[in-house]
């Protein structure tokens, strides 16, 4: 079964502090992703990564950046918070190697509250 | 860039009933259509998918039907019960490596005992 692992479930940030978000997956999956989550938004992409040390822009990635050194680790960072980055943030990984099909697997979520 | 429409924001159905969810998207290019359910504080999870090829898809109480022409794409849930109570989202993606999907903004079921 598809482990995907958020380091925190919930974070509170005072505006201006540096954040990461860090991910596990442990089923060798060659793509991971960073959602934002808001009501009535959806999911919205921010970045991901089909490689190690790759990343390409998602929809939001203005306030964001990433870091993927390892396949099973993808980290997301906000330089300097601010409340407008208050939100679930959710973690993903798919593969479409053999036998894969591209499925989104998640992460149970971190939730960021910027004071 | 791929915008995916999703109606309604919310459906309540009595147990037993039947429920539509209906999304439309924007680029005739995307070529798969997954559907993700969030129930209350846990993960979203892929309950059904549909790829460009294929008209309509089942998976026991719940069917997805694409529309090509028309750009839309419903999920249909027969049998309605209290645990498919949750948000359920679509998505669409342009790219055959499904690393770029477009969600839409989601439907909040609840289905009333």
């Known amino acids: 079964d598809v482990k995907v692992t958020q380091s925190s479930r919930y974070l509170v940030k005072r505006t201006g502090e540096k954040v990461f978000l860090e991910c596990v997956q442990d089923?060798?999956?060659?793509?991971m992703f960073w959602y934002r989550q808001d009501p009535g938004l959806g999911l919205r992409l921010i970045y991901f990564?089909?490689?190690?040390?790759?990343?390409e822009k998602g929809d939001i990635p203005e306030g964001y950046s990433v870091s993927r050194e390892k396949k099973e680790r993808f980290s997301l960072i906000l330089e300097s918070a601010s409340t407008n980055q208050t939100s679930m943030y959710l973690c993903a990984s798919s593969t479409t190697g053999t036998g894969g099909t591209g499925e989104l697997f998640f992460g149970e979520g971190s939730r960021l509250t910027v004071l | 860039g791929e915008n995916v429409e999703q109606h309604p924001s919310t459906l309540s159905v009595q147990e037993g009933d039947s429920a539509v969810i209906k999304c439309t998207y924007s680029d005739s290019a995307s070529n798969y259509f997954p559907w993700y359910k969030q129930e209350l504080g846990k993960r979203p999870q892929l309950i059904i998918d549909?790829?460009?090829?294929?008209g309509e898809k089942k998976d026991q109480r719940i069917a997805v039907t694409l529309n090509k022409t028309a750009k839309h794409f419903s999920l249909h849930i027969t049998e309605t019960q209290p645990e498919d109570s949750a948000v359920y989202f679509c998505?669409?993606?342009?790219?055959?490596?499904?690393?770029?999907?477009?969600f839409g903004p989601g439907t909040r079921l609840s289905v009333l005992p």
């Open positions: 998505a669409a993606t342009l790219d055959n490596y499904g690393q770029n999907f477009v």
């Open positions: 549909i790829r460009s090829n294929v």
């Open positions: 089923m060798d999956h060659e793509n």
């Open positions: 990564s089909y490689d190690v040390k790759m990343k």
